[in-house]
């Protein structure tokens, strides 16, 4: 937030302490740390400040029958690509409700006339103009502006049975000109994506998808999951039943099924060989970003069938991307539509592997996708990577698994030369374990032998006492 946006007069609203509070704000622009709003958090320029949350305040021009709206986003304190918001009207009633996950990845033609993708998954610095409840003429909308470059917007509208309303539609821009994101594009301009949805929703119900949807279309694929929103809220109450998507209710209901003769335990998979390994790397405009050299064994279970797929490195495409906080590796072939590990950095010295999403085409003809953004694997500190050459088990959901063997990766501070730095190998851990087991051992052997030699000196000692 900008000196000029925090002396705009409008609403301020934020966490403290577990209470929400929101007020007009005054005129005068209020403390960078803390917001005037709540008598909790003062502006004390000599005492240490009390932690009120992250927040954003906004004002936004007024809407016909409706006045202000107040848009106020609270983030948790871990970054993430979580967003949840309220939205409230003049009367600072809930309007509508949102929380999901989503990143973007964009395919762009670069000036040497070959093709890079670029995934948007770090979404920080945000803005919401645009965003707002609606009214007799325009239905509700969330509009968020990632940077200056991205832009994302949603549509809400009542059905004409005013019983339910829609999730109209998505619409996607980002400026190719930006240098950043897309350094060496070779058409420079704004790019606009459009997708009619039509999801309908029972009015005064919450909308719920766990499940990953993608929407794909022009050299772009959207990713969302953990999605819950609620439009046209009545009485600034969000509703506590479920209206769950096709995709939930399909996982849902597949366990329950009687069939007429009792199926069969859990398939178990036909032992295969050990897989190919595969090198890969992602470049930016410094040079080589990320190294990744493994061997990969997909488990996935569907349906009780369990089955094995070796990734094979010959039919095996990557890309990926690289920012301060975060990496991306994204391989696909001809069944993967994609596989993605998400790498990020953790306390300033230390990376880890934090998320893997999957999309892949299964024999059946149906399509399995699998995203999980609250792992830890593979730490290791900055300026360094991380090797197990042993067999090691990503569990990445209870139906998908990834073994992994004759791994290293270093996601970040690689060197010039496009080599990897000094390894921490995951063997130092059992090596950790293994010390103090064999010191134990040693210990517990040599006091045998003391006992064993005590009992056979006493046994000797009463022996001479007999023979006289």
């Not at 008598?39 to 954003?56: A, Y």
């Not at 999901?100 to 979404?123: A, C, G, Q, R």
């Not at 998320?355 to 999980?372: D, K, P, Q, R, T």
Request: aromatic residues 10%; contains cysteine.
């Amino acid at each position: 937030m900008t000196r000029a946006e925090a002396a705009t007069p409008g609403f301020c609203s934020v966490v403290v302490g577990g209470h929400w509070c929101s007020r007009p704000r005054s005129s005068k622009p209020f403390p960078w740390r803390c917001c005037s709003c709540c008598h909790r958090c003062r502006r004390r320029r000599r005492r240490r400040p009390l932690f009120c949350g992250i927040m954003v305040c906004f004002r936004f021009s007024p809407v016909p029958g409706l006045g202000l709206v107040l848009f106020c986003l609270a983030l948790g304190v871990v970054r993430s690509y979580a967003l949840e918001l309220n939205l409230t009207d003049s009367g600072k009633a809930t309007c509508l409700y949102a929380k999901w996950h989503m990143n973007f990845t964009i395919k762009y033609e670069t000036t040497n006339k070959t093709y890079k993708t670029v995934t948007i998954s770090d979404l920080d610095p945000v803005t919401y103009n645009g965003s707002m409840c609606g009214d007799d003429r325009n239905g509700p909308k969330i509009a968020v502006q990632f940077g200056s470059s991205i832009s994302w917007m949603v549509n809400f509208t009542m059905v004409s049975s005013s019983s339910s309303y829609s999730i109209d539609s998505i619409s996607f821009s980002y400026n190719t000109s930006n240098r950043t994101t897309f350094p060496d594009a070779e058409d420079k301009g704004i790019v606009t994506v459009y997708e009619h949805l039509a999801i309908k929703i029972p009015l005064n119900v919450i909308f719920r998808c766990n499940s990953l949807l993608n929407l794909e279309n022009n050299n772009l694929v959207q990713r969302y999951w953990d999605v819950l929103v609620q439009a046209f809220v009545q009485n600034g109450t969000v509703s506590t039943e479920e209206h769950l998507c096709d995709e939930d209710k399909t996982s849902t209901t597949v366990t329950p099924i009687i069939h007429t003769t009792v199926p069969s335990p859990t398939t178990k998979p036909t032992p295969v060989e050990k897989p190919e390994i595969g090198n890969y790397s992602v470049n930016n405009t410094n040079g080589t970003c990320l190294l990744a050299t493994m061997r990969l064994q997909l488990n996935i279970t569907q349906d009780k069938v369990a089955s094995v797929i070796n990734i094979k490195p010959n039919s095996t495409g990557f890309t990926g991307s690289c920012h301060p906080h975060t990496a991306l590796l994204r391989l696909n072939s001809s069944t993967i539509k994609y596989l993605d590990f998400v790498f990020a950095v953790k306390n300033e010295n230390r990376f880890y592997l934090k998320e893997v999403n999957v999309s892949m085409y299964l024999a059946n003809g149906s399509v399995f996708s699998i995203a999980n953004d609250n792992l830890s694997y593979w730490d290791a500190p900055l300026g360094s990577s991380y090797m197990c050459n042993k067999e090691q088990t990503i569990s990445v959901s209870g139906a998908f698994q990834i073994n992994t063997f004759d791994l290293r990766v270093q996601p970040f501070n690689v060197t010039a030369a496009g080599k990897y730095s000094t390894a921490q190998d995951c063997s130092a851990d059992d090596d950790n374990f293994l010390v103090p087991i064999a010191v134990g051992a040693a210990l517990a052997g040599v006091l045998i032998l003391v006992l064993l030699a005590y009992f056979i000196g006493l046994k000797h000692h009463h022996a001479g006492y007999e023979q006289f």
